[in-house]
């Protein structure tokens, strides 16, 4: 089962997904069959439309994930869920087409079959930045330690890791670069935050004086001990890992 | 040069420290081969035929003497004692050992350089004109916008995982040195009416297995919306480029399949949305970039020089040097110089540690302590005084880069092929060399005249054969390396794609079938001005089938 953290620790993940699909569809690390976050079978669309005021047979309260292709397929079938809804974004799907929808969901989850399949960067960007979309916003799939802060700048704060991935040392990709140069969905653009970046740079350098010279003799954890996290305004300070169950 | 800031500085850092700790996890055994190949590909690491490959990113082919004899050092302490200078203007080290990448990497760091996304499917190093800031045609300095373009694609979130790679090369001037024609992107600096400067947008073009002229989708972006388009186009083509088939995955398809006309469609409404939005550039951005570029400390001196006038008429052999490698320049009194890394007993691109140590000296004597890396796999030295082109011309000559070759068949330009590259059907440097043998007189190679011969060892083209006047690219046949001819290529403001003369040839065969095109063409020329490309374009391809064929049987 993937470990799914945010940027601050491994989080419990109550969401199930309905239907056949496993979640992470294509993630090498499922190979084995073992199937993520408790799957329901419920509102296949292979299978006959649910009659007119049918709701899908999960229990209330249920946190249920549905496949972009399922929900827009039966909207009012879903609604009539009494839980909380979330849609399944595969990298094809436009995040356009639930645009409306957004003032219903509890959760957006984006697939990526591969880590090298980059359409997920841009459907979260598109979500965030053009469609408002400031609920969570999870990646799913083969979702590794390399690619979180890329995933991060582009809106995504939920990282359903794939199975063979550790999550302490995951965490530790978040502070991989201090700066950045372009504008996404975290920061605007380094030359439209000069003054404040600049600042923070002075200050950071001071505190890389006492790393020690050679690389090689820093440990990872020390690497980014000594590294002030960059300010970011409303933001609690960073907590301590939390080790929920999952 | 650009000066790196603390946060420019900074970054380069933390990207080596991100590969030194992915290249643990990797000798660990804690990421696959799968999983570290496209990480490594993105600091330009290759596992080759015989050893890993490194990439270094020369950003715009913009070096500085202290940069280039940290070259030197790595060549002599990781690598054989030599580099590979390529067409993308770019340094490549074909010994290096896979654990001592990062050590490399912090090298580089230290001098301000980087391997960041020279090679996976990410935008590459941004590549200009060899003559920036320099060139008596210029419209705008293209360096400063390259350094733009290289902030704002280096480590881009959105853009890590594109279907294919991406090339992006820009130019400032009336005449295009940057082939902007055949790029995924391809810039090129305009006014518009109002004398605004801002760009002309050329998309999908390229060379690799499906050669295409590229297509302008947008006559004019003025400079404030440039990154907010590119992104337009990025965000159309990571979302809808092919990922099916790397071979249908680079923008070109995607132009070609959309239309140009509809491809522009899609990236005018993505930009609708982005239009004036973050990353729109101010004028303040400009001027800081700007003003991290050292610039030359020129002196007033007379537009000509009556002491190189002289030996211009006394020394034939300096008379042709100046001919063919000194260039104009903007400011009265200086020549940019073309150091020739094409001579028969060298491949060509490839210098030694010691070649560079002397060249990077000579820099500092003569051109400020700069120099540059051209897409034909030469180096510039931008500025030098008119009155000391004797003296550099014989300081260069024991060192094998005074050939007087530049724009003639000798300036051969060739990837590195099946002798260092996996990915080569054939080899490529030892066709180079045989050609070079072939036409080493100089009187020859000026009768000939204007001539670019590029060789690829496959199709992906690194050696830009499909514009070359005449191209050769090396294709297996049954396990055999055999080569396909092509004629009438070239680059610059028209670009055209060589047309395939007929079935492939032997590897002997090829310094022959080189001399039998040649000779059609010398006996058959209206005029020494009439090039050999244009002649070509003039009679077609059928007198030179005949010739290379019945020479063949």
Known sequence: ?246 | MYLYDPIDQRLVDERVAQYRDQTRRFLAGRLSDADFLPLRLQNGLYLQRHAPMLRVAIPYGLLTSRQLQRLAHIARTYDRGYGHFSTRQNLQFNWPKLEQVPDILAELADVQMHAIQTSGNCIRNITTDHFAAVAPDEIVDPLVWAELLRQWSTLHPEFAFLPRKFKIAISGARDDRAATLVHDIGLQARHDDSGAIGFRVIVGGGLGRTPMVGHAIREFIAWPHLLTYLEAILRVYNRYGRRDNKYKARIKILVKDRTPQGFAAEVDEEWRHLAGGPGTLEQAELDRVAARFTRPAYRPLPATSAYIDTMRQADPAFRRWHERNVHPHRVSGYAAVTLSLKRPAMAPGDATADQMDAIAGLAQRFSFGELRVTHEQNLVFADVERDRLYELWQALRPLGLASANVGLIGNVISCPGGDFCALANAVSIPVAQAIQHRFENLDYQYDIGELDLNISGCINACGHHHIGHIGILGVDKAGEEWYQVTIGGRQGASAAIGRIIGPAISREAVPDAVESLIRVYLSGRESETERFVDFVHRVGLDPFREAVYAHAD
């Open chain 1, 1 to 246: 089962m993937p470990t799914l953290i945010d940027r601050h620790g491994v989080r419990e993940d109550r969401w199930v997904v309905a239907h056949g699909e496993p979640a992470v569809a294509g993630g090498r690390a499922h190979a084995s069959g073992e199937a993520p976050a408790g799957r329901a079978h419920a509102g296949d669309p292979s299978q006959p439309a649910p009659a007119d005021g049918d709701a899908p047979p999960l229990a209330p309260g249920t946190a249920v994930l549905v496949p972009a292709h399922a929900w827009l397929a039966q909207r009012a079938y879903w609604q009539r869920h009494d839980g909380p809804l979330g849609v399944l974004l595969a990298p094809h799907d436009d995040p356009a087409t639930i645009a409306a929808d957004l003032p219903r969901l509890a959760l957006i989850a984006v697939t990526f079959p591969s880590f090298t399949d980059g359409r997920g960067y841009s459907i979260a960007r598109l979500l965030r930045e053009r469609h408002g979309w400031r609920g969570p916003l999870r990646a799913v799939g083969d979702v590794q330690r390399d690619q979180l802060f890329l995933l991060a700048r582009c809106g995504f704060d939920g990282f359903a890791l794939r199975d063979d991935q550790d999550a302490d040392e995951a965490l530790t990709a978040f502070d991989d670069f201090t700066e950045v140069y372009q504008a996404a969905t975290d920061r605007r653009a380094l030359f439209e935050r000069r003054p404040a970046a600049e600042a923070h740079t002075a200050g950071a350098a001071r505190a890389d004086t006492h790393r020690s010279g050679g690389a090689d003799a820093v440990s990872s954890a020390a690497w980014t001990s000594t590294r002030t996290t960059p300010a970011q305004p409303g933001r609690a300070p960073a907590p301590s890992k939390s080790s929920s169950p999952s």
